[in-house]
């Protein structure tokens, strides 16, 4: 078997993209590498390599979580990587509304305006 990061490495480029990661290989610096590691490792090592929910499925729950959270910056990222993971605006916008159910109209709204930027955005560069 692998070990975590290089497993971690493949989930995570395969999610967010290649370019993505590239760009935060590139920025790391001796400050941030051993939580870019643990990030790598862990989050995509262990928990998105499970093999319990599909990416697709741990894509929606991190969409969720960041949007009731109020990360916008983390929420844009995933919304972008949303096509990588076959993730559609149409789910998007459900996962949105149970948001605002049971975790708020105000972070619901926020992230709503996320999406709608980042999809326009993806549209523009199409």
Do not use: C
Not at 28 to 37: C, E, G, H, L, R
Not at 69 to 97: C, F, S, W, Y
Request: aromatic share 6%; charged share 25%; hydrophobic share 40%.
């Amino acid at each position: 078997m692998e070990n975590k990061h290089e497993q971690g490495m493949k989930v995570r480029r395969s999610v967010l993209g290649d370019a993505h990661v590239d760009r935060a290989e590139a920025n790391k610096t001796p400050f941030d590498a051993d939580f870019q590691q643990f990030i790598t490792e862990t989050a995509w090592g262990t928990v998105w390599s499970r093999p319990g929910l599909d990416h697709k499925t741990r894509h929606l729950l991190t969409i969720a979580m960041m949007a009731a959270l109020g990360k916008e910056h983390e929420l844009a990222m995933h919304i972008r990587a949303t096509q990588n993971t076959g993730v559609t605006p149409d789910e998007v916008k459900e996962v949105l509304l149970q948001v605002a159910i049971y975790a708020g109209v105000p972070a619901a709204n926020t992230a709503m305006a996320v999406a709608k930027r980042i999809y326009k955005e993806l549209d523009e560069e199409a």
